[in-house]
């Protein structure tokens, strides 16, 4: 019997669907062309298969994700993933806070600042940007969401501009939506 | 701009906030298109447009975002007096007792909006139990989980844009 993680890992767990995916063989023609793209271009998950339920949605869902994440120029690779943890550690969701801290890591080569991040939360010991960059992820994903002048002043004092801003905005409320979505559909759970 | 979420958080239509905003044109878009497929999607399921529109308004209001209550409630305004008839468009307001679907609805709606970390299995539990059909279920997470997120793209963009 396999167990449900509660703490934050860099080991990424198995999802287990709280809905019954939609099975591929017997999936409708717009279902089909709502999973011809996935999210960082992995393989046809259980998730996704669950998002198929909606597939008006899910298309442009995916196409949204991998633009966000992966498209060229503004904030680098590594600072989306860290707007994309700051999220899911709001939202405690384990599997995208393990999915986005192992990019984080294989990016940096540096697994001391997810490690900090998971021991402490907003206060933990990092750079003084990548600290900025939590802090305005974090008050972000609070309900209601906190932006005021003085956060977007802060990121300015550590050197992100309009874009950068904008770039990281995308990745952290990218993770509110995904959050939602992975860690109330399924959960994650130990083993294969 | 046509876009909603740029509309509502009153962008400026020059300077360097439009400019990255055009820099990321194609993702506006496809945010744009996700807003249409949350609210006015072509198959809503048992999930009805005035539906939509009323628990997009009520999660606007939850996260304090005037420019998208607005919209909502002009949205929610068009479907006609009878669309919101227990008024659950305001934050606090809960359906009749007896209308267990409607409330196991509102109640996702809440908890999922204000406190996503609290789901759990017995969360989807409750809307099955009072009736929704699975795709239903991922239709009304999937318009949760959005709203969501516009609504804080649109905090953000609402400073910024005061700033310049």
């Known amino acids: ?192 | 701009m046509s876009h909603v979420l740029e509309m509502a958080a009153g962008v400026p239509s020059s300077g360097p906030l439009a400019d990255a905003l055009q820099m990321r044109g194609k993702l506006m878009e496809l945010t744009q298109a996700s807003y249409e497929a949350a609210l006015l999607p072509e198959d809503a399921g048992k999930l009805p447009t005035h539906l939509r529109a009323v628990l997009a308004c009520r999660m606007a209001r939850i996260c304090q975002q005037e420019g998208l209550t607005q919209h909502y409630s002009t949205l929610l305004a068009g479907y006609g007096d009878e669309a919101d008839p227990h008024d659950l468009a305001v934050p606090g307001n809960t359906p009749p007792a007896d209308d267990q679907r409607l409330a196991a609805i509102v109640g996702y709606v809440d908890l999922v909006t204000q406190r996503p970390r609290d789901a759990s299995e017995e969360t989807i539990d409750a809307l099955r139990d009072a009736g929704m059909e699975e795709a239903d279920i991922v239709r009304l997470a999937g318009l949760v989980a959005f709203i969501n997120y516009q609504l804080r793209v649109a905090a953000v963009l609402s400073v910024m844009g005061e700033q310049q």
């Open chain 1, 1 to 192: 019997m396999s167990r449900v993680i509660r703490k934050f890992t860099t080991r990424v767990p198995t999802w287990r669907p709280h809905i019954t995916p939609v099975d591929f063989d017997q999936a409708t023609p717009a279902q089909r062309e709502a999973l011809k793209e996935t999210p960082s271009n992995t393989k046809i998950s259980d998730y996704v298969l669950v998002l198929a339920h909606d597939p008006e949605s899910l298309r442009i869902r995916t196409s949204l994700f991998n633009g966000i994440m992966y498209d060229k120029g503004g904030l680098s690779r590594e600072e989306r993933e860290l707007g994309a943890v700051a999220a899911s550690v709001v939202n405690r969701c384990i599997y995208c806070a393990a999915v986005h801290a192992q990019r984080y890591n294989n990016l940096t080569h540096d697994e001391r600042v997810m490690q900090e991040i998971f021991f402490n939360g907003e206060r933990a010991d990092i750079d003084a940007r990548q600290r900025a960059i939590l802090k305005f992820g974090m008050r972000l994903s609070a309900c209601p969401p906190q932006v005021t002048e003085d956060d977007i002043a802060s990121l300015r004092g550590v050197g992100l501009g309009d874009q950068e801003i904008l770039d990281l905005t995308l990745s952290t409320t990218l993770f509110g939506w995904a959050n939602r979505l992975m860690h109330t559909l399924g959960e994650p759970v130990s083993g294969a």
